[in-house]
């Protein structure tokens, strides 16, 4: 009874304050009302309003009040208040009362205003709430245990609003948004007041108060699911992480804060938590055991961070596997985590179909297990890493991308030398540069915390900074004559003195060998086939591409079997650059010899008893034959307009007629100036034929003959895919060289009909190869006849294309895609804005 007789007396008393600010125009009434109103906020005030009636009036009368108030901008009835009177009296009706009404009224006002004065003067409102300590009032009230539960409707309302601030604002406002509504300074402002009820939080506790972290979890959940985790965990890592490190008060609040976050964003929050954190030691601190009470944060953390997905940076993944080797409740996750990342490693399905950089993800997740893990938990999971080693190292070396296989033997090495770190040590031969560098420092053992800077350097920094440390103070080698006196060292000096003698030139000397270049091919061709003395043969192989060149006619009678012998020849002598002069020498054989050799090279590639690496060197010399052929004919040692000498300044001779001074300062200028070219005054190059295009038949079609015939020692589309894949690249160079020639239609057709058989291979070095001539076709036909002659084939590979650049794997083809996709549009729109350009004479 005594309660509905003070709700009432509430609601008459402000109803008669509502009908007096409608209707008054004395400002002093109107001052005096809202002065009274006012006073049902301030618990200091001197009316005498029980505290009763105040939670009364906030309870049940105070968003009306608000919404009444904001009604009346529209009328101007502020124009009678001063801006003092405005922004104590009208202003501090929304800056006193309860903090969350307040907060959704101004939000509801702005997102169903349009611009006016009033809208301009609700968001300065809001600006204030925003700067003043209402947001951590709002925070806190929802933390004290006292707090009444309100609707799950009202909760997900507010949290919404307190997310979606800067979206609504800027729906609203834009583009005269308010900095502090933006997202870079609105979310740290937010992670600050968590940040800061957090703390009275633990100063509650410590007061033997009940607190409720709920509504503060669900509002760092919210956050984080819109994608905000990086401008909120930036502010709250560093002070949680300094707070954690000596209260034991702070990390229960901590990890309540984490228990208390609902499932369905418990991904965002820890994924933004693991990236945000400095080393395992924080991060342990901070999450607790989370990844043991909740199964979802146990799926994100040895699932889904290590196994699926791979964009996150080597610090991160130091401190996530760091982080379940700290406690004693986590280390069976550890385990669990390194069994499941052996299964994905030694996968062969896996190393062909992911990318090359969630190969490396998974090998430096591989490596930091490994080097975490105990004697008795690395006897319990051997068996396991047995067959990791065995079976995942040869996919690896399997595969024809160099980085696959070099990680692949960098982890061998680790595995071996952890299973069996008393026995012979397995040692790769690979290139060791930052990347391998930083696979092998992942089984160092993690520093201490405060040891060392929390993220681990990766190797190529050591580098930098032990060479910079070397610069800044090189050693001093002190000569041997600083221990004489004086003038011990003055008579040495002048005994020992040789500035009197000349230098002998020694510039034209050469080294005194026995034997003597060949000055004949066919001398040459006999060194080669039946010499066993190394000068001798490293003489011969260096002369062989200079005396092929020189003498044509007899050249061309030994080609083919030059080749041969070339393409058999074995460096048994270990000759510094044996494979550069031998290319060098078959190069010059097909360039010189082209069709003759290019039928035997192209007739060997698909022969019985070559090695692969002897396939590929045919394909090499092919492709560099092909470019040397392509390129223009220029006679050499011609100077041009551009280089020519800077000429020297004449005398004058005093014969001539006496010039004026003006010509001759400019004609000295002119001496003196050294131009690069002239522009338009450069003559412009000769045309000349092109001497591949009437050979590119015979570089290109042979190599489509015998491809799917698999042979005992060679299996084209199978096993081989490196020499697919270098054959195809290959394929799609010669097309791209044969431009312009009467036979690039042909071989375009041939070529896109050869790669459209292959173009779903597992290997993504012939996915590669397929794009890359498929590139070439669409640069070297002719747009009519890529119309006329393949119109059948392009809109299945326009399909095809838009589907590799979405969802290849890897991003070397999804680039290539895309640049495919952009030249075939452009083809196809020149040749139908141009359909008979072509037959123009």
């Not at 809001?126 to 003043?132: A, I, N, T, V």
């Not at 003489?539 to 200079?546: I, M, T």
């Not at 669409?778 to 399909?799: G, I, K, V």
């Amino acid at each position: 009874m005594e309660n509905s007789h003070k709700e009432a007396k509430v609601r008459l008393e402000v109803s008669q304050y509502i009908k007096s600010l409608s209707t008054s125009q004395d400002v002093h009434e109107v001052t005096d009302t809202l002065r009274k109103l006012v006073s049902y906020l301030d618990t200091e005030s001197h009316e005498e309003i029980s505290p009763s009636e105040r939670e009364e009036f906030n309870r049940t009368q105070y968003t009306g009040i608000l919404k009444f108030l904001l009604s009346n901008l529209k009328t101007n009835r502020l124009h009678i208040l001063t801006s003092a009177q405005c922004s104590e009296l009208w202003d501090g009706m929304f800056l006193r009362g309860p903090p969350d009404q307040a907060l959704l009224v101004l939000m509801d006002y702005i997102g169903s205003s349009s611009p006016s004065a009033g809208l301009d003067k609700v968001v300065g409102v809001l600006e204030r709430y925003l700067q003043s300590v209402r947001l951590a009032a709002l925070l806190w009230s929802r933390c004290q245990g006292s707090f009444s539960p309100d609707s799950p409707q009202l909760r997900e309302t507010l949290l919404g609003r307190l997310v979606s601030l800067p979206d609504l604002t800027a729906n609203r406002l834009h583009p005269h948004n308010r900095p502090l509504f933006l997202p870079d300074q609105y979310y740290p402002l937010l992670a600050r007041v968590l940040s800061t009820t957090l703390e009275r939080t633990c100063q509650a506790l410590r007061d033997k108060q009940d607190c409720s972290l709920s509504f503060v979890a669900q509002l760092l959940g919210k956050a984080c699911m819109q994608g905000h985790s990086e401008h909120m965990f930036k502010e709250l890592v560093p002070r949680l992480s300094t707070h954690t490190r000596s209260d034991m008060v702070w990390q229960r609040v901590c990890w309540r804060l984490m228990e208390d976050v609902p499932e369905r964003w418990m991904e965002s929050v820890v994924t933004g938590l693991v990236q945000a954190v400095e080393g395992p030691w924080a991060l342990s601190r901070i999450m607790g055991n989370i990844v043991v009470k909740n199964k979802k944060a146990q799926f994100v953390i040895t699932h889904k961070l290590l196994l699926l997905q791979y964009k996150y940076e080597t610090r991160a993944v130091c401190s996530l596997v760091g982080y379940l080797a700290q406690d004693r409740e986590r280390r069976p996750l550890l385990v669990q985590v390194l069994r499941s990342l052996c299964q994905t490693w030694a996968n062969s399905s896996a190393v062909r179909h992911t990318p090359v950089e969630q190969q490396l993800y998974l090998s430096r997740a591989l490596l930091l297990c490994l080097g975490l893990l105990s004697e008795s938990e690395l006897q319990e999971v051997r068996p396991e890493l047995l067959q990791c080693m065995l079976g995942g190292m040869q996919c690896h070396l399997d595969s024809s991308v160099v980085r696959v296989r070099r990680a692949g033997m960098i982890v061998g090495e680790c595995l071996s030398a952890r299973l069996d770190a008393g026995g012979p040590r397995l040692k790769f031969q690979y290139e060791e540069d930052a990347e391998a560098r930083e696979l092998l420092s992942m089984m160092e053992p993690l520093p201490a915390e405060g040891a060392v800077p929390h993220d681990r350097p990766s190797p190529l920094q050591n580098n930098q900074r032990s060479e910079t440390k070397e610069r800044s103070s090189p050693e001093v080698v002190t000569p041997q004559t600083s221990s004489l006196p004086p003038a011990d060292q003055d008579c040495d000096s002048e005994l020992d003195s040789d500035d009197d003698l000349t230098p002998y030139d020694m510039s034209e000397d050469k080294e005194m060998t026995k034997a003597t270049p060949p000055l004949y091919l066919r001398d040459c061709l006999e060194a080669l086939l039946t010499s066993e003395d190394p000068e001798k043969v490293e003489l011969s192989l260096r002369a062989a591409a200079g005396l092929v060149r020189k003498n044509v006619s007899t050249a061309r009678e030994v080609s083919v079997q030059l080749t041969k012998v070339l393409l058999h020849l074995e460096n048994k002598y270990n000759l510094p650059g044996f494979l550069s002069q031998r290319q060098a020498a078959m190069i010059a054989l097909t360039v010189t010899d082209c069709i003759p050799v290019t039928e035997f090279l192209t007739t060997e590639f698909y022969s019985l008893n070559y090695s692969l690496r002897q396939r590929l060197d045919i394909l090499e010399v092919l492709a560099l034959s092909a470019q040397e052929l392509s390129e223009p004919i220029t006679e050499k040692n011609r100077p041009t307009q551009g280089n020519q000498p800077v000429s020297t300044v004449m005398p004058l001779d005093p014969s001539d007629a006496p010039l004026h001074w003006q010509k001759v300062v400019e004609r000295r200028i002119q001496s003196k100036t050294r131009r690069f070219a002239k522009g338009v005054a450069q003559p412009p190059a000769s045309a000349c034929p092109n001497r591949f295009a009437p050979v590119a038949g015979f570089f290109f079609f042979p190599l489509l003959r015998s491809y799917d015939r698999p042979q005992v020692t060679f299996d084209l589309l199978g096993s081989d895919h490196l020499v697919l894949g270098r054959l195809i690249h290959t394929l799609g160079l010669l097309m791209h060289l044969a431009v312009n020639a009467p036979v690039a239609t042909q071989m375009g057709r041939s070529l896109l009909d050869f790669v459209w058989a292959v173009r779903y291979h597992a290997d993504q070095v012939v996915r590669r190869g397929v794009l890359f001539a498929i590139c070439s076709v669409f640069l070297s036909m002719p747009n009519p006849n890529l119309l006329s002659e393949l119109s059948d084939h392009l809109l299945e590979t326009r399909a095809w294309l838009a589907d590799v650049a979405e969802g290849d794997p890897d991003s070397d083809c999804r680039s290539l895609a895309m640049q495919c996709l952009v030249m075939l549009e452009k083809s196809l729109k020149a040749g139908l804005e141009h359909p008979t350009m072509a037959l123009q004479p």
